[in-house]
């Protein structure tokens, strides 16, 4: 490994970095007298931000089930100033500081904002100091040019701050034009920001190297419809939020693209695209509930009627199901057994009524396979078979009044004509052509179409016959307006409770749960268009059936739902009361709309190449799945570090988790060229250690040299691994060279500044340790002093405060080295001397970053300064050699040929004690002794002479 110089931190020379960070800590570093002998650097300093530190800020924290170690969730009107995985010196004793993406998980972090925080450290050390840490201000991420083209949480507002639920930021330079690049683990992503957070461009994906024309993608990927459901409902979440709507938005998907890992469920259009759709294959497992739910979301899946899928689902924790069998979806929560105590009804009240606090039945279009559809005996059979909520679909007609009706026309397939003229196909009308009176008066809708199980026989819907004739409509089956079924539902109470139904064995029981049944209303609305002409706009709608839900007072009771979210945003901003669903579904028009299943392109398919339009501008990668472009990247296995070049043009991005597909335990690294904004190519392996779980932080203090954390997943253990490796990158690419540097659980505090200690706290006292299962921040302030900083995970990580169960706090120390950063360094089988320091006759202290020429004589003594295991040490001189001789230099030297260095001389070996340190003298031979001949024959060697330099290093076991 090649030594070379230290690159300081903020591109100061030795002596500027000395200033600071004696400035900093209070106190000239090297005041800290002898280092433990088992440690490889000591503690100067030490500062302290408190777990709950906070900044104003939105609510944050509502995802996380707390209490969370004494911390009480979520954070009223405020931010926490927390877990930093990024830093940043400004070189006047401020530093930038970025706060890490959010609670651990995309499903938790969409309240988080992105940050990065200004700090001011005020170092305890050995002569004194307060500890602390001083947040002085902060700027946010955000893209208030719409630079990002996927969802984001903040979509619909005129800022568009950045959340941790659009990208988990771990890493962080600034480039020399004061711009700042952020590391991503979400796409994995680079973000380019200015100097206040404000996205430069899109973010720039990692093209995959080894599968040329694809990236490398996470599961968390935006361009996936995998990830893509979540970022969606977060942006529509956040719009209701900005309107004052307090109610979370449902997540209402088609039941067969849940993932569910079941292969007999799935679209058939999908897994096997007919010949003339012009469709591309793609998985149909792109929902996940767990996922839905973890972030808040109720999930009603839609439309199940049989039994065996109802229970499945129930099983994967739906909170709601919609099915055109009532009865059969009763008996399925009825006999369901939620708990594992093999006793069913467990979402089951005493009375036999479903708990709607637990399970959402619907009964959709009332009950479409036992009565005609959204006609009042539909309503009927749904409410007597104690459905929780009715389904029902509304049109707007001529007059603007919300009629029950799926389709834009009166379809002859459900309706007649009153007067029993002919009605077919082409007699079909719109109901935007028609006023209410008109459409009741002309049509009913009692056709059978569903099979064997749905009936007109109105002797089984008595109510419904009441109701027509107490409100003379022409028939029970003639399309309802929405003010009827809601009057409706208050006649079958009052039918039950006090009317002709008072003496049925359930009435007390079906008129207490109608009068606290819910109503999920859709907007039957189509953007695309082909269609978008055949119904009223998406004003008409919003004010039809959500200003009709308000004049009864019915906000908390009814939802409105749709596929088209334009009504869904029109409902949150001009009715937040009332909670909105959406819809999601894949019904594709096909290239040739004459093939069999062609569908209306409900609602994430394209329009002539463009994204849908029916999700309100937010985008939808139609079907792009992990079968297009499967996902290499590890969930959280992006970019973790970043290292920038020296000269502020190349950028270095290490990906925390290993590729699918490449070698185990080995990470990579890129080269990303800032000019051209483009990978080069070029990439670096790196190995893990054996105990190494996860990379931290990684930077370069000089061209091609730098640190890189690695830990495992301890916390609290002082038998932890948490150890910085210096590390050399091959010109070219290939694999790291690394050697262990220092053990962060084996700090020396000889002025004790850790402590004192709260009771039950680890790692404090004369042997510092940082037992926290992420530390994830170094920056290099001279050649012999470095900063590092945990990532606290607030409020979730304890490895400090392990008596009292405490939340980590934030700690920024100051370590000073026991060698310096850009010495030679060792690796087992190669001749270098990072774990060494060699000195002559007492001083001159060989650095390795270039030729030292020492004088002295025979008789001189080598002092060594000796780090590296036991029993392996190897004196070495090395200086210019004698091409035909192989002697080194003028001096006869010997070349006795270890590979693969051929100028290696052996000058002596030496054995370590059993604490692995040594600082010893030996003598320069005198003679030429067999195998470590060296004979200086009284010279002094000159500057200018035939320079020999002396170094040490390992080379495997001495024998």
Same mark, same amino acid.
Request: hydrophobic share 40%; with cysteine; glycine share 10%.
């Given at each position: 490994? #090649? $030594?070379?110089?230290?690159?300081?931190?903020?591109?100061?020379?030795?002596?500027?970095?000395?200033?600071?960070?004696?400035?900093?800590?209070?106190?000239?570093?090297?005041?800290?007298?002898?280092?433990?002998?088992?440690?490889?650097?000591?503690?100067?300093?030490?500062?302290?931000? /408190?777990?709950?530190?906070?900044?104003?800020?939105?609510?944050?924290?509502?995802?996380?089930?707390?209490?969370?170690?004494?911390?009480?969730?979520?954070?009223?009107?405020?931010?926490?100033?927390?877990?930093?995985?990024?830093?940043?010196?400004?070189?006047?004793?401020?530093?930038?500081?970025?706060?890490?993406?959010?609670?651990?998980?995309?499903?938790?972090?969409?309240?988080?904002?992105?940050?990065?925080?200004?700090?001011?450290?005020?170092?305890?050390?050995?002569?004194?100091?307060?500890?602390?840490?001083?947040?002085?201000?902060?700027?946010?991420?955000?893209? /208030?040019?719409?630079?990002?083209?996927?969802?984001?949480?903040?979509?619909?507002?005129?800022?568009?701050?950045?959340?941790?639920?659009?990208?988990?930021?771990?890493?962080?330079?600034?480039?020399?034009?004061?711009?700042?690049?952020?590391?991503?683990?979400?796409?994995?992503?680079?973000?380019?920001?200015?100097?206040?957070?404000?996205?430069?461009?899109?973010?720039?994906?990692?093209?995959?190297?080894?599968?040329?024309?694809?990236?490398?993608?996470?599961?968390?990927?935006?361009?996936?419809?995998?990830?893509?459901?979540?970022? !969606?409902?977060?942006?529509?979440?956040?719009?209701?939020?900005?309107?004052?709507?307090?109610?979370?938005?449902?997540?209402?998907?088609? +039941?067969?693209?849940?993932?569910?890992?079941?292969?007999?469920?799935?679209?058939?259009?999908?897994?096997?695209?007919?010949?003339?759709?012009?469709?591309?294959?793609?998985?149909?497992?792109?929902?996940?509930?767990?996922?839905?739910?973890?972030?808040?979301?109720?999930?009603?899946?839609?439309?199940?009627?049989?039994?065996?899928?109802?229970?499945?689902?129930?099983?994967?924790?739906?909170?709601?199901?919609?099915?055109?069998?009532?009865?059969?979806?009763?008996?399925? &929560?009825?006999?369901?057994?939620? +708990?594992?105590?093999?006793?069913?009804?467990?979402?089951?009240?005493?009375?036999?009524?479903?708990?709607?606090?637990?399970?959402?039945?619907?009964?959709?279009?009332?009950?479409?396979?036992?009565?005609?559809?959204?006609?009042?005996?539909?309503?009927?059979?749904?409410?007597?078979?104690?459905?929780?909520?009715?389904?029902?679909?509304?049109?707007?007609?001529?007059?603007?009044?919300?009629?029950?009706?799926?389709?834009?026309?009166?379809?002859?397939?459900?309706?007649?004509?009153?007067?029993?003229?002919?009605?077919?196909?082409?007699?079909?009308?719109?109901?935007?052509?028609?006023?209410?009176?008109?459409?009741?008066?002309?049509?009913?809708?009692?056709?059978?179409?569903?099979? *064997?199980?749905?009936?007109?026989?109105?002797?089984?819907?008595?109510?419904?016959?009441?109701?027509?004739?107490?409100?003379?409509?022409?028939?029970?089956?003639?399309?309802?307006?929405?003010?009827?079924?809601?009057?409706?539902?208050?006649?079958?109470?009052?039918?039950?409770?006090?009317?002709?139904?008072?003496?049925? *064995?359930?009435?007390? &029981?079906?008129?207490?749960?109608?009068?606290? &049944?819910?109503?999920?209303?859709?907007?039957?609305?189509?953007?695309?268009?082909?269609?978008?002409?055949?119904?009223?706009?998406?004003?008409?709608?919003?004010?039809?059936?959500?200003?009709?839900?308000?004049?009864?007072?019915?906000?908390?009771?009814?939802?409105?739902?749709?596929?088209?979210?334009?009504?869904?945003?029109?409902?949150?901003?001009?009715?937040?009361?009332?909670?909105?669903?959406?819809?999601?579904?894949?019904?594709?028009?096909?290239?040739?709309?004459?093939?069999?299943?062609?569908?209306?392109?409900?609602?994430?398919?394209?329009?002539?190449?463009?994204?849908?339009?029916?999700?309100?501008?937010?985008?939808?990668?139609?079907?792009?799945?992990?079968?297009? !472009?499967?996902?290499?990247?590890?969930?959280?296995?992006?970019?973790?570090?970043?290292?920038?070049?020296?000269?502020?043009?190349?950028?270095?991005?290490?990906?925390?988790?290993?590729?699918?597909?490449?070698?185990?335990?080995?990470?990579?690294?890129?080269?990303?060229?800032?000019?051209?904004?483009?990978?080069?190519?070029?990439?670096?392996?790196?190995?893990?250690?054996?105990?190494?779980?996860?990379?931290?932080?990684?930077?370069?203090?000089?061209?091609?040299?730098?640190?890189?954390?690695?830990?495992?997943?301890?916390?609290?253990?002082?038998?932890?691994?948490?150890?910085?490796?210096?590390?050399?990158?091959?010109?070219?690419?290939?694999? &790291?060279?690394?050697?262990?540097?220092?053990?962060?659980?084996?700090?020396?505090?000889?002025?004790?500044?850790?402590? /004192?200690?709260?009771?039950?706290?680890?790692?404090?006292?004369?042997?510092?340790?940082?037992?926290?299962?992420?530390?994830?921040?170094?920056?290099?302030?001279?050649?012999?002093?470095?900063?590092?900083?945990?990532? +606290?995970?607030?409020?979730?990580?304890?490895?400090?405060?392990?008596?009292?169960?405490?939340?980590?706090?934030?700690?920024?120390?100051?370590?000073?080295?026991?060698?310096?950063?850009?010495?030679?360094?060792?690796?087992?089988?190669?001749?270098?001397?990072?774990?060494?320091?060699?000195?002559?006759?007492?001083?001159?202290?060989?650095? $390795? +970053?270039?030729?030292?020429?020492?004088?002295?004589?025979?008789?001189?003594?080598?002092?060594?300064?000796? #780090?590296?295991?036991?029993?392996s040490l190897v004196f070495l001189v090395t200086g210019p050699r004698n091409p035909a001789t192989r002697d080194l230099g003028c001096f006869g030297l010997q070349d006795i040929g270890l590979p693969p260095y051929n100028d290696l001389i052996t000058v002596g070996i030496a054995t370590l004690d059993g604490h692995g340190r040594l600082h010893q003298v030996e003598q320069v031979p005198?003679?030429?002794?067999?195998?470590?001949?060296?004979?200086?024959?009284?010279?002094?060697?000159?500057?200018?002479?035939?320079?020999? !330099?002396?170094?040490?290093?390992?080379?495997?076991?001495?024998?």
């Amino acid at each position: 490994m #090649r $030594c070379e110089g230290v690159r300081y931190s903020h591109g100061m020379d030795r002596s500027e970095a000395k200033s600071l960070v004696a400035h900093a800590i209070g106190v000239a570093i090297f005041l800290t007298g002898g280092l433990a002998a088992q440690s490889d650097a000591s503690l100067v300093g030490r500062a302290v931000l /408190p777990a709950a530190t906070f900044s104003p800020g939105p609510t944050s924290g509502r995802q996380i089930v707390g209490p969370v170690n004494g911390i009480q969730v979520p954070f009223l009107n405020q931010q926490p100033v927390q877990g930093f995985s990024a830093i940043a010196d400004l070189g006047n004793g401020t530093f930038l500081a970025m706060s890490d993406y959010g609670y651990g998980s995309i499903e938790n972090s969409a309240d988080y904002q992105l940050r990065v925080y200004r700090i001011r450290p005020n170092f305890e050390t050995a002569t004194g100091g307060a500890g602390t840490i001083q947040v002085l201000s902060h700027i946010e991420l955000s893209d /208030p040019n719409h630079h990002i083209p996927f969802a984001i949480t903040n979509h619909f507002s005129g800022q568009r701050k950045l959340t941790g639920a659009d990208f988990d930021i771990e890493s962080m330079m600034q480039a020399n034009d004061g711009t700042l690049w952020f590391g991503d683990e979400f796409g994995p992503f680079l973000l380019h920001t200015d100097a206040q957070g404000r996205l430069l461009e899109a973010p720039i994906a990692l093209p995959d190297f080894d599968h040329p024309g694809q990236e490398i993608r996470s599961p968390q990927n935006p361009y996936s419809e995998e990830a893509s459901a979540l970022r !969606v409902m977060n942006a529509m979440r956040e719009n209701a939020r900005r309107f004052g709507g307090a109610r979370t938005p449902v997540f209402s998907p088609w +039941n067969v693209m849940l993932d569910d890992q079941n292969p007999a469920q799935g679209v058939e259009n999908r897994q096997n695209p007919p010949v003339g759709s012009g469709l591309s294959p793609a998985s149909s497992d792109i929902f996940n509930v767990a996922s839905m739910r973890s972030a808040g979301y109720p999930v009603v899946a839609w439309t199940v009627n049989d039994m065996p899928r109802m229970t499945e689902l129930m099983q994967l924790r739906v909170d709601g199901i919609i099915s055109d069998r009532p009865d059969l979806l009763y008996q399925a &929560v009825a006999a369901f057994d939620a +708990n594992g105590d093999t006793v069913p009804g467990d979402y089951l009240l005493p009375d036999g009524r479903i708990d709607s606090t637990r399970f959402d039945a619907q009964g959709h279009r009332g009950g479409r396979d036992l009565r005609p559809e959204n006609t009042l005996p539909a309503f009927e059979v749904a409410l007597d078979n104690l459905m929780t909520t009715l389904e029902l679909d509304c049109g707007v007609t001529l007059d603007h009044h919300a009629v029950l009706d799926h389709d834009p026309l009166i379809q002859s397939e459900k309706a007649r004509r009153a007067d029993n003229q002919p009605y077919g196909p082409q007699d079909e009308v719109l109901v935007r052509d028609l006023t209410l009176a008109q459409i009741q008066q002309t049509y009913v809708a009692d056709k059978l179409f569903r099979g *064997p199980t749905q009936q007109n026989d109105l002797n089984l819907s008595p109510v419904s016959v009441a109701f027509a004739s107490q409100i003379s409509l022409p028939s029970p089956y003639v399309m309802p307006s929405l003010q009827q079924v809601f009057d409706f539902v208050q006649f079958y109470v009052a039918y039950y409770q006090t009317g002709a139904g008072q003496s049925h *064995p359930q009435a007390a &029981v079906r008129a207490l749960n109608a009068s606290l &049944v819910r109503f999920n209303i859709e907007t039957k609305i189509n953007p695309r268009q082909e269609f978008v002409t055949r119904t009223f706009g998406p004003a008409a709608f919003v004010q039809a059936i959500a200003g009709r839900i308000a004049s009864n007072g019915l906000a908390q009771r009814a939802d409105v739902q749709s596929f088209d979210f334009r009504t869904l945003v029109a409902v949150q901003r001009h009715f937040p009361a009332i909670r909105t669903v959406c819809l999601f579904g894949d019904f594709p028009i096909y290239d040739d709309p004459n093939v069999p299943g062609s569908d209306d392109g409900t609602n994430l398919q394209t329009e002539n190449g463009e994204n849908t339009p029916w999700l309100a501008g937010l985008y939808w990668p139609y079907r792009q799945t992990r079968d297009q !472009v499967p996902f290499r990247a590890l969930r959280s296995g992006g970019f973790e570090g970043m290292a920038i070049s020296p000269d502020g043009g190349t950028l270095y991005p290490l990906l925390e988790g290993v590729l699918v597909g490449d070698p185990a335990r080995t990470l990579r690294i890129h080269e990303f060229d800032i000019a051209s904004r483009s990978y080069t190519g070029t990439r670096w392996s790196y190995p893990l250690d054996a105990r190494g779980a996860a990379i931290g932080d990684f930077i370069l203090f000089s061209r091609n040299r730098g640190l890189v954390i690695e830990r495992d997943n301890s916390q609290g253990s002082l038998t932890g691994f948490k150890t910085i490796f210096e590390i050399e990158l091959p010109g070219g690419g290939g694999t &790291v060279e690394k050697v262990q540097g220092i053990n962060l659980m084996t700090i020396a505090d000889p002025a004790s500044i850790s402590l /004192p200690a709260m009771a039950g706290d680890v790692g404090l006292g004369q042997t510092f340790a940082m037992p926290f299962v992420t530390i994830e921040d170094v920056v290099v302030f001279d050649e012999e002093t470095i900063g590092v900083i945990n990532d +606290n995970n607030f409020p979730f990580s304890v490895g400090r405060h392990v008596g009292s169960s405490q939340p980590d706090d934030n700690e920024f120390v100051v370590l000073h080295l026991n060698r310096r950063l850009g010495e030679c360094t060792t690796r087992p089988g190669q001749p270098n001397s990072a774990e060494a320091a060699l000195r002559v006759n007492g001083s001159g202290r060989d650095t $390795c +970053n270039g030729p030292h020429a020492y004088g002295f004589a025979s008789g001189s003594t080598l002092q060594l300064d000796w #780090r590296g295991p036991a029993n392996s040490l190897v004196f070495l001189v090395t200086g210019p050699r004698n091409p035909a001789t192989r002697d080194l230099g003028c001096f006869g030297l010997q070349d006795i040929g270890l590979p693969p260095y051929n100028d290696l001389i052996t000058v002596g070996i030496a054995t370590l004690d059993g604490h692995g340190r040594l600082h010893q003298v030996e003598q320069v031979p005198a003679g030429l002794p067999v195998g470590a001949t060296f004979d200086l024959q009284g010279a002094v060697l000159q500057p200018n002479g035939c320079p020999i !330099v002396l170094t040490a290093a390992f080379y495997g076991t001495a024998q």
